[in-house]
């Protein structure tokens, strides 16, 4: 049985003034894309990608089935190819980008640059050779689905289209370096073209990266990242699934000659976590090599990647709120990794809100201060939780451990000791959240700091621009004077911190997600 109080946030993402400005945008008809294709080289990459998601049904027809089904399918591969290419069109008139698609059921999707929070471009090994990007154009809505895609664009294309849509601070396009080298951007806001243009009223556009991943710290994240386990765990189910259909012959060979004297678990367990470690590092390589944070007036821009490309852009003034991840290794050495929750870009994939993969925990507060001094952060110490609090972290985690606890002691008479080991994890884990759970609120942002299983946490978030605060409490919590406090955000993601004094939550409920009044922080 629980209680739930909700308070939503008024006016954090108004569309239109808030994105274009004071002044008004300049219409210029000139800048429209008419509709067209895309490139022709989609026909040869989305028949890939076809293939790629097909590989099981065609190994099934390639050892199965007649050679005449795999012809068939390669066929109906190319013409689905052909007809995707044939009925996908684009258009940006009046600032408002059009996408049509479909042969028998068509679709049209439109969205106004109005409602645009991010555009990514990115490529693999196959779009670098014919030259063209995947261009990515996200706004607030249901996550991935509110993602329009152009699968293929040549970069004066993209160009085109990003002049169209004549973002914010769009104007003459500048050059920086980017992931091939030197390559367009676009700049500050495009002046009316009916008046004089003043170059010195031009702001310039800054040409130095805030920040580069070196080679170092990319080791670093790849030795402390999550991929490595995961490959480790893949190769010894590949490794026992191997013992399983090699031959005998090749069996016993191994037995008698590499695994005899006791040597064979070490050597397979050495050789396996050599291989998941340079896959793992050659993997974050191939994703994070070169990765490149700018700020381009409302802009944040990033690059990364050695062979498959990807260059993102942010909208400033559609950053709710940056989370600071430390994973357990990454913190024990320093370290911390920059997300950013941007309004309609809440996909399940870490990278789309990456504003910098792993930094050193000492620098983290510079780098938000560079990139995002609209945040207005000012790192101070948060206020802890109260005692009865800590001590409220304990409950769940004991009450489903000791039911394992005991079943493992009855049912392991002669390894009991490990029966007592998920409690005692349980407990280490509760404590620690006690621990570093905090909150801190001022004029222009609330920070919440917890624990999850392994990685800490930090939201900060601003003031205005959280849509719901949501304050429930349970029997015991209410017994205790204690509530629990979500911060949701239109990103889809959020921040919750459990077990916060009753007058707390009541503070936060009736202050965070509108325009912040002093007279309210005084009361706390």
Same mark, same amino acid.
């Given at each position: 049985m629980t209680s739930d109080h909700a308070a939503a946030a008024g006016g954090a993402d108004s569309p239109g003034p808030e994105l274009d400005g004071a002044r008004p945008h300049p219409h210029d008809h000139g800048l429209d894309v008419d509709e067209k294709r895309l490139h022709p080289a989609y026909l040869l990459i989305g028949a890939g990608r076809t293939i790629r998601g097909l590989i099981p049904l065609f190994a099934i027809a390639l050892f199965s089935w007649p050679r005449w089904v795999l012809y068939i399918l390669g066929a109906l591969v190319l013409v689905g190819a052909v007809v995707s290419w044939w009925t996908t069109r684009y258009s940006v008139t009046d600032r408002v980008l059009r996408l049509?698609?479909?042969?028998?059921?068509?679709?049209?999707?439109?969205?106004?640059?109005?409602?645009?929070?991010?555009?990514?471009?990115?490529?693999?090994?196959?779009?670098?050779?014919?030259?063209?990007?995947?261009?990515?154009?996200?706004?607030?809505?249901?996550?991935?689905?509110?993602?329009?895609?152009?699968?293929?664009?040549?970069?004066?294309?993209?160009?085109?289209?990003?002049?169209?849509?004549?973002?914010?601070?769009?104007?003459?396009?500048?050059?920086?370096?980017?992931?091939?080298?030197?390559?367009?951007?676009?700049?500050?806001?495009?002046?009316?073209?009916?008046?004089?243009?003043?170059?010195?009223?031009?702001?310039?556009?800054?040409?130095?990266?805030?920040?580069? =991943?070196?080679?170092?710290? /990319? %080791?670093?994240?790849? !030795?402390?990242?999550?991929?490595?386990? $995961?490959? &480790? +765990? *893949?190769?010894?189910?590949?490794?026992?699934?191997?013992?399983?259909?090699?031959?005998?012959?090749?069996?016993?060979?191994?037995?008698?000659?590499?695994?005899?004297?006791?040597?064979?678990?070490?050597?397979? =367990?050495?050789?396996?976590? /050599? %291989?998941?470690?340079? !896959?793992?590092?050659?993997?974050?390589? $191939?994703? &994070? +090599? *070169?990765?490149?944070?700018?700020?381009?007036?409302?802009?944040?821009?990033?690059?990364?990647?050695?062979?498959?490309?990807?260059?993102?852009?942010?909208?400033?003034?559609?950053?709710?709120?940056v989370r600071l991840v430390d994973g357990l290794w990454r913190r024990l050495l320093g370290y911390t990794a920059i997300q950013v929750e941007v309004a309609g870009q809440g996909g399940h994939d870490d990278s789309d809100r990456m504003l910098f993969p792993l930094l050193r925990t000492s620098e983290v507060a510079d780098l938000v201060d560079r990139a995002l001094p609209e945040l207005g952060w000012t790192p101070a110490e948060l206020t802890p939780i109260s005692a009865a609090g800590r001590r409220r972290y304990f409950t769940a985690p004991v009450l489903l451990t000791v039911p394992i606890a005991v079943a493992g002691w009855l049912l392991l008479p002669r390894w009991e000791w490990l029966a007592v080991l998920p409690l005692v994890l349980a407990v280490l884990v509760a404590r620690s959240q006690g621990r570093l759970a905090g909150w801190r609120l001022d004029e222009r942002t609330v920070t919440f700091r917890a624990r999850r299983i392994l990685a800490v946490h930090t939201v900060i978030a601003r003031v205005d621009r959280v849509q719901i605060t949501r304050v429930r409490t349970n029997p015991f919590q209410r017994r205790a004077g204690l509530a629990t406090v979500t911060l949701q955000l239109s990103s889809g993601r959020s921040a919750r911190l459990r077990h916060l004094r009753a007058a707390e939550a009541d503070l936060l409920l009736h202050t965070v997600g509108r325009r912040f009044r002093k007279v309210q922080l005084s009361k706390g």
């Open positions: 049509r698609k479909g042969l028998f059921n068509r679709s049209v999707h439109t969205i106004s640059a109005a409602r645009i929070t991010g555009l990514d471009t990115e490529r693999g090994l196959i779009q670098r050779v014919f030259g063209v990007w995947s261009l990515k154009v996200h706004s607030p809505g249901d996550g991935d689905r509110s993602t329009l895609e152009l699968g293929c664009l040549s970069q004066a294309e993209i160009d085109r289209v990003r002049d169209a849509l004549a973002l914010p601070d769009h104007g003459p396009r500048r050059v920086i370096a980017g992931p091939e080298g030197a390559h367009g951007s676009d700049g500050p806001a495009a002046p009316d073209p009916a008046a004089a243009f003043d170059p010195a009223s031009m702001p310039a556009l800054d040409e130095v990266p805030l920040a580069n =991943l070196n080679t170092r710290t /990319l %080791l670093i994240a790849a !030795v402390t990242g999550t991929s490595i386990p $995961l490959i &480790l +765990a *893949g190769l010894f189910a590949v490794w026992n699934r191997a013992r399983e259909v090699l031959p005998d012959s090749t069996i016993r060979y191994l037995e008698h000659e590499v695994f005899s004297r006791g040597r064979g678990t070490i050597l397979v =367990l050495a050789v396996l976590v /050599l %291989l998941a470690s340079v !896959v793992g590092v050659a993997f974050a390589a $191939l994703r &994070l +090599a *070169g990765f490149t944070l700018r700020r381009d007036g409302e802009r944040l821009r990033t690059s990364r990647g050695l062979l498959s490309q990807r260059a993102g852009t942010i909208q400033v003034n559609r950053v709710q709120a």
